[in-house]
Every structure is written in C-alpha cells, then in structure tokens.
Nanobody
Framework: QVQLVESGGGLVQPGGSLRLSCAASRFTLDYYAIGWFRQAPGKEREGVSCISSSDGSTYYADSVKGRFTISRDNAKNTVYLQMNTLKPEDTAVYYC????????????WGQGTQVTVSS
C-alpha cells in the first residue's frame, strides 16, 4: 500500500513559522514531482508549491513567494515545506501529493495536516 503522510501542522501566531513534512513509504519520492496544496473550509483547494522530479525546479503561488520554501531530502524519502512569516490567511489543511510533474495530475495524496494561524 502506497502511503504519503504529512506532519508538522499546528497552531501558530501570525509571523511565526512551521515546517511541514511529507514522508513516503513503498515508493521513492526521487522520481516524482511533489506538490503542496491547501484547502480552507468553503474554499477550493489551491496549489501552494511544487518541486519537480526532472531538474529540481521549484514553484510557488504568488501568495507565499518569499515566505515558503520547498525542499527534498532523498535520504529520508521526505519533502519539506518551510513556512515562515505565517499569516491568518494561510490557515488551511495542507496536503502533499506526488505526480509526474508539477503541471499534470497527481497520483498519490496524503491525508492532510491542519495549520492554524491565529493570535
């Protein structure tokens, strides 16, 4: 059974930081593009960031550029999303997903981790 598990979410004050992890089992993340998505109640799921499998290129939504950083640790089969200078509008359930590239559809999804930014 393929598993993709997010962790690291929680409650943080505005301006604070969190580091989300996306850990894979039964497949190797090296061969996949890994995207981070988020969804708040009543809103559509939106793409946040992606790291490609072909050349390691990274992509970010305009709303998080300069604040979030996506990275890989192939030895740990894990992808991270470092989230700095968090804002209340960042509050959402965050999901990681694996696919062929950062544009096409994703094949595997994690269960999500809650991020709440509030004072």
């Amino acid at each position: 059974q393929v598993q993709l598990v997010e962790s690291g979410g929680g409650l943080v004050q505005p301006g604070g930081s969190l580091r989300l992890s996306c850990a894979a089992s039964r497949f190797t993340l090296d061969y996949y593009a890994i995207g981070w998505f988020r969804q708040a109640p009543g809103k559509e799921r939106e793409g946040v960031s992606c790291i490609s499998s072909s050349d390691g290129s990274t992509y970010y939504a305009d709303s998080v550029k300069g604040r979030f950083t996506i990275s890989r640790d192939n030895a740990k089969n894990t992808v991270y999303l470092q989230m700095n200078t968090l804002k209340p509008e960042d509050t959402a359930v965050y999901y990681c997903a694996a696919g062929s590239d950062c544009v096409d559809g994703y094949d595997y999804w994690g269960q999500g981790t809650q991020v709440t930014v509030s004072s």
